[in-house]
């Protein structure tokens, strides 16, 4: 059983940064591609980045030069360094872990709100 536990959510102003954060539990973390995810109220979750196990690194298009995805296999953690916040990035934002077999595993979400 994989646990996911994000942090680093907040209030921030348009054009401010946030970097969240995921740390997971269990010893496979290096052998599984990592994303972020996002819902805003009333619609679907979606994509926002995605690192595979070789760290390649794949993003939406509406935060592609903005937003950043990482990971430390050592720390076990992924990371998002988002930059340049637009109030539509305002989002309920989710961790998520898949191993090759395809078994996904969810964290329990970070609020993020942009608004001045």
């Known amino acids: 059983q994989v646990q996911l536990v994000e942090s680093g959510g907040g209030l921030v102003q348009p054009g401010g940064s946030l970097r969240l954060s995921c740390a997971a539990s269990g010893s496979r973390f290096s052998l599984a591609a990592m994303s972020w995810y996002r819902q805003a109220p009333g619609k679907q979750r979606d994509m926002v980045a995605t690192i595979t196990t070789g760290g390649s690194e794949n993003y939406a298009d509406s935060v592609k030069g903005r937003f950043t995805i990482s990971r430390d296999n050592a720390k076990n953690t992924v990371y998002l360094q988002m930059n340049s916040l637009k109030p539509e990035d305002t989002a309920v934002y989710y961790c998520?872990?898949?191993?090759?077999?395809?078994?996904?595993?969810w964290g329990q979400g970070t609020q993020v709100t942009v608004s001045s």
């Open positions: 998520n872990l898949r191993f090759y077999t395809g078994r996904t595993y």
